[in-house]
């Protein structure tokens, strides 16, 4: 199958309210026109420095909404600011003032998630359930912030989802709306735990 007939696949599998986020990490700008022909209009990056170089290429795609799925360095919010949909790893409140502050000097609005680390892998970015209220309380503080819900991502091997219940209950528990779970691997399980949001790669592109 094609890039185009996975993207339209999906889209007809996934349910109209969810949004699907095609991610688009290591893939050429090629690869994201053919998927945005096929009709999808939301595509995630990782790396700012790879997410710029896309967004300049494809810039006559007025419609294109990118999302910031990797983790973030401070330094590189910069870059961002006014020109992506929704950062999905906000994890710490350095962070939070400094996509205010880049997003607010370019009369911007951030939508963020905030990523939580459900599994607590010392490699993975993203903040402790703990600490998740908190990092709600400082986003909401800032002005250039609109706090859109959580997203997270399963340990690898396990089973994803108590992973899924517990990123819900806390979505819920802060009074967000927004669900960022579900990959290439589990975004069916993940839409049945409420998913708003999947971030599929993969299956939409090929392996990397
Ligand atoms: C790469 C990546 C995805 C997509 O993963 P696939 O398994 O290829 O679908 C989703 N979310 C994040 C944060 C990623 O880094």
């Given at each position: 199958?094609?890039?185009?007939e996975?993207?339209?696949?999906?889209?007809?599998?996934?349910?109209?309210?969810?949004?699907?986020?095609?991610?688009?990490?290591?893939?050429?700008?090629?690869?994201?026109?053919?998927?945005?022909?096929?009709?999808?209009?939301d595509?995630?990056?990782?790396?700012?420095?790879?997410?710029?170089?896309?967004?300049?290429?494809?810039?006559?795609?007025?419609?294109?909404?990118?999302?910031?799925i990797?983790?973030?360095?401070?330094?590189?919010?910069k870059?961002l600011?006014?020109?992506v949909?929704?950062?999905?790893?906000?994890?710490?409140?350095?962070?939070?003032?400094?996509?205010?502050?880049?997003?607010?000097?370019?009369g911007?609005?951030?939508?963020?998630?905030?990523?939580?680390?459900?599994?607590?892998e010392?490699?993975?970015?993203?903040?402790?359930?703990?600490?998740?209220?908190?990092?709600?309380?400082?986003?909401?503080a800032?002005?250039?912030?609109?706090?859109?819900?959580?997203?997270?991502i399963?340990?690898?091997?396990?089973?994803?989802?108590?992973?899924?219940?517990?990123?819900?209950?806390?979505r819920d528990?802060?009074?967000?709306?927004?669900?960022?779970?579900?990959?290439?691997?589990?975004?069916?399980?993940?839409?049945?735990e409420?998913?708003t949001?999947v971030?599929?790669?993969?299956?939409?592109?090929?392996?990397?």
């Amino acid at each position: 199958m094609s890039v185009a007939e996975r993207a339209a696949t999906l889209r007809r599998e996934i349910p109209a309210g969810v949004t699907l986020v095609a991610v688009s990490k290591t893939h050429p700008a090629g690869a994201i026109r053919e998927a945005y022909a096929a009709g999808l209009r939301d595509f995630g990056e990782n790396y700012a420095q790879e997410w710029r170089e896309k967004a300049d290429a494809l810039a006559d795609l007025a419609d294109l909404r990118w999302h910031f799925i990797g983790g973030l360095q401070t330094n590189k919010v910069k870059y961002l600011a006014g020109r992506v949909a929704a950062i999905h790893t906000l994890d710490r409140p350095e962070l939070a003032r400094e996509v205010s502050r880049r997003f607010h000097a370019k009369g911007a609005t951030a939508r963020v998630y905030l990523e939580v680390n459900t599994g607590g892998e010392a490699t993975k970015s993203g903040c402790a359930p703990a600490d998740a209220p908190a990092l709600a309380e400082a986003a909401r503080a800032l002005p250039a912030l609109e706090l859109a819900g959580v997203m997270g991502i399963p340990p690898p091997g396990e089973d994803p989802r108590p992973h899924f219940r517990m990123l819900r209950a806390l979505r819920d528990r802060l009074g967000l709306a927004g669900l960022s779970i579900g990959m290439s691997a589990d975004w069916r399980v993940a839409i049945e735990e409420g998913s708003t949001c999947v971030r599929i790669g993969t299956a939409i592109f090929g392996a990397r």
